[in-house]
């Protein structure tokens, strides 16, 4: 039984870093960006969004919330990968923040402030600064409606 590889994009995820940047539309190939496309746009039934999608400004700010968790290692990641296109959750099940915060406590975090714009029907932009108990992280997400939720295009972290 032989073990998969990662693909080699990967490699620059794996580094330990303080910022982190995805976004579809830049770190996938026009294939990849293609099939992603359908996939998510199976989100709409008879043309119409669902209209069960929480609130996207309460919601990411949850979701900021568990990222950072998942990356200080108080929260396990794969608890995310519910919440992100398969391709983002593969780049940042791989990323490690500041290792000097790694371990140092068990309180969790808090988000301080949050703002979200919708730019589209069943797409919006949010802002958000969570709070550690070593310093705040500033997470910045793109979310679209898919099928009764919202998931995570986008995800930049500073």
Avoid: N
Avoid at 86 to 114: E, N
Avoid at 117 to 138: D, L, M, N
Wanted: net charge positive; charged share 25%; with cysteine.
């Amino acid at each position: 039984m032989s073990t998969p590889s990662r693909a080699p994009s990967l490699d620059r995820f794996t580094q330990t870093r303080r910022t982190f940047r995805w976004d579809m539309s830049q770190d996938l190939s026009s294939t990849e960006r293609s099939d992603m496309r359908l996939w998510l746009d199976s989100r709409f039934e008879d043309g119409r969004l669902d209209p069960e999608v929480p609130d996207a400004a309460t919601w990411s700010a949850g979701l900021a919330r568990a990222i950072i968790e998942a990356l200080l290692g108080l929260r396990d990641k794969r608890q995310l990968e519910r919440w992100m296109i398969p391709s983002l959750y593969t780049a940042m099940k791989h990323l490690q923040l500041d290792p000097a915060t790694l371990g140092r406590s068990r309180r969790s975090c808090a988000p301080v402030i949050w703002r979200s714009t919708h730019i589209a029907a069943g797409i919006a932009e949010s802002a958000v600064v969570v709070r550690s108990p070593q310093r705040s992280y500033a997470v910045a997400l793109r979310l679209e409606a898919f099928r009764g939720r919202w998931i995570t295009t986008a995800l930049e972290i500073a």
